[in-house]
């Protein structure tokens, strides 16, 4: 796999060690995450995945500052979405999600439909996700924290094939 995929981690330091953990018996070589970090304690935790982390704002990442200043001293890039990343000759979107779950999901065909992206990577809804539209390759990871669907999620994705899969743990 190319790629680890995260999402909604919301403060949960225990999911983010075991996810973490889980993630040692993968290999990839990028790690992105979707949004929601909420502080930046949880850093510490990301800092410890095999690549360095690259991520988006989420809408509940309130201490913006914080998230990027600390991100920076670990080597992680943390910016406001939406984030156009090339990677492998592959045009990769990352955003968070925008206000209801219909609306972020409307968004999402909207861009997958438009031909510009081989991958669309978003987070917000809590609901893993993996499918193709227009040959475009749509991932939500779900969620790290398991607050909401009391699934503890993270995708993996193959930029050579373009597959994902959600990795439960």
């Known amino acids: 796999m190319d790629m680890l995929v995260i999402?909604?981690?919301?403060?949960?330091?225990?999911a983010i060690k075991r996810m973490v953990k889980k993630a040692d018996d993968i290999e990839y070589e990028y790690a992105i995450h979707c949004g929601d970090f909420i502080a930046?304690?949880?850093l510490p935790l990301l800092s410890k995945l095999k690549a360095?982390?690259?991520?988006?704002?989420?809408?509940n990442d309130g201490y913006k500052y914080g998230l990027m200043s600390k991100g920076q001293e670990y080597g992680m890039m943390i910016v406001e979405p939406p984030?156009?990343?090339?990677?492998?000759?592959?045009?990769?979107?990352?955003f968070h999600g925008f206000s209801t779950v219909e609306r972020t999901v409307d968004?999402?065909?909207s861009l997958a439909n438009s031909?510009?992206?081989d991958v669309i990577l978003y987070g917000h809804t809590h609901k893993?996700?993996?499918?193709?539209?227009?040959?475009?390759l749509i991932v939500n990871p779900g969620e790290a924290c398991g607050y909401l669907s009391g699934k503890y999620?993270?995708?993996?994705?193959?930029l050579k094939n373009l597959e994902a899969e959600i990795v439960y743990f």
Do not use: C, M, Q, W
């Open 107 to 109: 968004i999402v065909n």
């Open 115 to 117: 031909g510009k992206y």
């Open 83 to 94: 984030l156009e990343l090339n990677i492998k000759n592959r045009r990769i979107l990352v």
């Open 40 to 42: 930046p304690f949880t």
């Open 7 to 14: 999402s909604d981690t919301h403060d949960n330091l225990p």
């Open 52 to 59: 360095k982390l690259v991520g988006v704002f989420g809408n």
């Open 128 to 136: 893993a996700e993996v499918r193709k539209l227009n040959g475009t």
């Open 153 to 158: 999620t993270f995708a993996t994705v193959d």
